[in-house]
């Protein structure tokens, strides 16, 4: 089941690994995203096969969303009836999904499991601890989340730390990422700097956006800076003066390969993203987390990440910083292309 931008990444190396087992999952899209570049684009450029169900949900607040998808699913779920459902990081789609499931007593495998910011003023948060107590098997990318859902009395046979399926689809494209052509069509020099914003908590806020804003001014005043805007961000963002900052480049939203060659060639990577950090880390390249906390602190510990908020100072300064002396990191353990197959063979053998 997938629903959402973050979710394709992480389900294309399960799917493809499942049928290379020859199990052909039934593939649902909840349509939590919709727009070409927000969704289908993925499906073209990972080989995804083509939905069996697409349930069009869309947009709305979170419970008109979580209603509309929950209605939706259990509908597919009666009539599909299917003997596991698999569920991927920590959208709604992922949430509403495995409530339903659970209740018709479906088992629910969640992919990404135990990752935890501690911050429950973030919606992700509330689907990753609602979705770890309901699902009876646990993919797990990083050691901590192991010890975190142990914390919420979740343990023994069905966590599985198996590596970063997130990853598994970087390292199939890294080697094809056409570096050049990405940033000749942007008109980016050999130095730029790639920036995405989209959390409710930097984006709903008007005095956070404008905080931001002034940090990426910074940042503009010593290297282009590329933003592919996520559709949620663009009117605050632009009354902050997002789009008037000299050396700012404003975008739709790419898709995956262009995005991907883009950061691979970046200097610096600004972003509130939690796959970027991923992502970063892998590339070797460094990423300021617009965040005051991650789910994700391997990034920081052995990865190029590090965490900043929306101050302008501190951006500005850890900016100045990484553009003279980059950090270096390490991948972690196990995020090696294999996890889609780790996962696919516990999800057949049981
Ligand atoms: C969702 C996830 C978030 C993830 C992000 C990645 C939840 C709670 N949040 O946030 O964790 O990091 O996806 O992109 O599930 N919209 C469009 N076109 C689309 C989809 C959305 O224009 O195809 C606009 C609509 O105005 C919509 C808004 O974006 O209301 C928010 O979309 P939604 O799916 O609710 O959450 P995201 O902010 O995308």
């Known amino acids: 089941m997938v629903g959402a931008r973050p979710n394709f990444m992480k ?3 399960v799917v493809s690994s499942l049928i290379e087992l020859n199990s052909r999952p039934l593939l649902v899209h909840t349509g939590q995203h919709y727009d070409h570049e927000m969704s289908q684009i993925f499906f073209q450029q990972l080989g ?4 069996d169900l697409n349930l069009g949900v869309g947009s709305g607040s979170h419970a008109q969303q979580t209603a509309a998808l929950m209605l939706a699913l259990e509908r597919a779920f009666l009539e599909h009836r299917p003997g596991r459902v698999v569920v991927y990081g920590d959208v709604n789609s992922t949430l509403a999904a495995a409530v339903v499931a659970a209740k018709l007593e479906i088992p629910v495998a969640h992919v990404e499991a135990g990752l935890r910011s501690f911050d429950r003023t973030m ?7 609602v979705t770890d107590a309901l699902s009876d098997l646990h993919f797990v990318t990083s050691p901590e989340a192991v010890d975190h ?3 919420e009395g979740v343990s023994g046979d069905g966590v599985h730390l198996v590596g970063n399926p997130m990853i598994d689809t970087l390292l199939r494209f890294r080697d094809h990422l056409d570096i050049e052509k990405a940033r000749s069509a942007h008109r980016l020099p050999d130095r730029y700097a790639v920036a995405t914003i989209h959390r409710p908590a930097n984006v709903d806020d008007p005095i956070v956006a404008k905080g931001l804003v002034a940090g990426l001014r910074h940042v503009a005043s010593r290297l282009p800076v590329i933003i592919p805007l996520h559709p949620r ?3 605050v963002l632009s009354e902050a003066g997002l789009d008037d900052i000299a050396g700012v480049r404003v975008v739709e ?3 995956y390969l262009e995005f991907m060659a883009l950061m691979a060639g970046a200097a610096l990577v600004l972003t509130d993203s939690g796959g970027i950090q991923e992502e970063t880390t892998v590339l070797g390249i460094p990423c300021l987390t617009l965040r005051e906390n991650t789910e994700r602190p391997i990034t920081v510990s052995m990865g190029t990440n590090m965490l900043v908020g929306a ?3 501190r951006i500005s300064a850890a900016a100045d910083r990484w553009l003279t002396d980059p950090p270096v990191g390490q991948v972690p353990p196990l995020w090696d292309g294999l996890a889609g197959q780790r ?6 053998e049981g």
Do not use: M, Q, T, Y
């Open 343 to 348: 996962i696919a063979k516990f999800l057949i």
């Open 311 to 313: 101050d302008p100072d």
């Open 123 to 129: 919606p992700e948060e509330i689907n990753r601890i």
């Open 253 to 255: 939203p790419l898709g």
């Open 11 to 13: 389900a294309s190396p």
């Open 149 to 151: 859902l142990r914390a």
């Open 48 to 51: 995804l096969p083509e939905p």
């Open 233 to 235: 961000g663009r009117i």
